[in-house]
């Protein structure tokens, strides 16, 4: 039991769970972003967005197209919220965040024989045995 309560309470089972709750959570908000208003934005610009109607019939056979049009449509709306309204602003915090952070320092440097990388405090060269200044 203790190996599993080990398992259990590690980071990457409890950071997991926490994603996909907050994945789920985070979905319902942007479908009803989609739903609510980015559809009936569309429809005030366009017309009504339901394609459920529409289909085609060859030989007897009906092929209602409609709801697949309407299943792609809300999933570039969706991808499209998620990119603007997520990926844009948290890519946008990470730079800024980045901006401030010094590069770090080098640990190898070439060989000016053999141009091979060797460590900063080498006094010869690893791979080709010349002496280094």
Not at 3 to 16: E, H, P, Y
Not at 43 to 67: R, Y
Not at 91 to 115: F, S
């Given at each position: 039991?203790?190996?599993?309560?080990?398992?259990?309470?590690?980071?990457?089972?409890?950071d997991?769970?926490?994603?996909?709750?907050m994945g789920?959570?985070?979905?319902?908000?942007?479908s009803?972003?989609v739903?609510?208003?980015?559809?009936?934005?569309?429809?005030?610009?366009?017309?009504?967005?339901?394609?459920?109607?529409?289909?085609?019939?060859?030989?007897?056979?009906?092929?209602?197209?409609?709801?697949?049009?309407?299943?792609?449509?809300?999933?570039?709306?969706?991808?499209?919220?998620?990119?603007?309204?997520?990926?844009l602003?948290?890519?946008?915090?990470i730079?800024?965040?980045?901006?401030?952070?010094?590069?770090?320092?080098?640990?190898?440097?070439?060989?000016p024989?053999?141009?091979?990388?060797?460590?900063?405090?080498?006094?010869?060269?690893?791979f080709?045995t010349?002496?280094?200044?």
């Amino acid at each position: 039991m203790k190996g599993f309560r080990t398992f259990v309470l590690r980071g990457n089972v409890v950071d997991l769970a926490v994603g996909v709750v907050m994945g789920a959570a985070f979905g319902t908000v942007v479908s009803a972003l989609v739903k609510d208003f980015l559809t009936p934005l569309i429809a005030a610009l366009v017309g009504k967005p339901d394609f459920s109607a529409l289909g085609f019939e060859i030989n007897g056979t009906k092929f209602p197209i409609g709801d697949f049009i309407n299943a792609l449509i809300s999933f570039l709306l969706i991808a499209a919220a998620v990119y603007f309204f997520v990926v844009l602003p948290v890519n946008a915090l990470i730079a800024r965040v980045k901006r401030g952070e010094a590069p770090p320092d080098p640990t190898t440097k070439k060989c000016p024989e053999c141009l091979s990388d060797i460590p900063i405090a080498a006094r010869k060269c690893a791979f080709c045995t010349s002496a280094i200044a």
